[in-house]
């Protein structure tokens, strides 16, 4: 198996740590808080996708030497290191990721709208908030919530991804317990 960063890896199942809407400042605290996500919930992912909304890209070093592969949310600045959105193909599974933009009501229409023509087998996204692991036929829709800011959801929240055999499977990780 050969991840995106040309790394090739034999393992029969590999799991992925999604995260968005973190919203973090770069500060000491911040670090402390995504490096107890990394030891407590991602330590056996393969990387790390980040679905927007990062805010200050520094705090992102918490996950070394962990590949991370972020987009651009609507609260980052441009980089060209966060484009709007990235195509990732891991174990023979393609998956779409893209924050988002608008309000919550056709949020899903919008992002699919970005991948139109290319065929996925997970879409990976962010902006509401509100955590989601629907699949529409061939297609998971994995939205992780976010970490930081429920805004009205029960719990913070972010999410593992694990395909194995060529398909993709997704949990939601409450964080409030």
Not at 25 to 40: I, K, M
Not at 82 to 109: D, N, S, Y
Not at 117 to 145: K, Q, Y
Request: aromatic residues 6%; negative net charge.
């Amino acid at each position: 198996m050969t991840l995106p960063d040309g790394r090739s890896k034999t393992v029969s199942m590999i799991r992925l740590g999604i995260l968005s809407d973190t919203h973090l400042p770069d500060t000491g605290e911040a670090l402390a808080f995504l490096l107890e996500l990394a030891e407590r919930h991602f330590q056996e992912v393969e990387a790390i996708l980040h679905a927007g909304d990062v805010v200050a890209p520094g705090v992102l070093a918490a996950f070394a030497p962990t590949p991370v592969y972020a987009v651009r949310g609507n609260m980052d600045l441009a980089m060209h290191e966060f484009p709007q959105k990235r195509l990732l193909e891991i174990a023979g599974v393609r998956i779409g990721l893209i924050h988002g933009w608008g309000p919550r009501e056709g949020l899903i229409e919008r992002v699919r709208k970005e991948f139109r023509n290319v065929p996925l087998d997970c879409l990976v996204f962010g902006h509401s908030h509100v955590p989601m692991c629907r699949r529409e036929g061939g297609l998971l829709l994995f939205n992780p919530g976010s970490a930081v800011d429920r805004r009205g959801m029960p719990f913070a929240s972010i999410g593992l991804l694990e395909i194995g055999d060529g398909v993709v499977s997704g949990r939601i990780i409450p964080l409030d317990d």
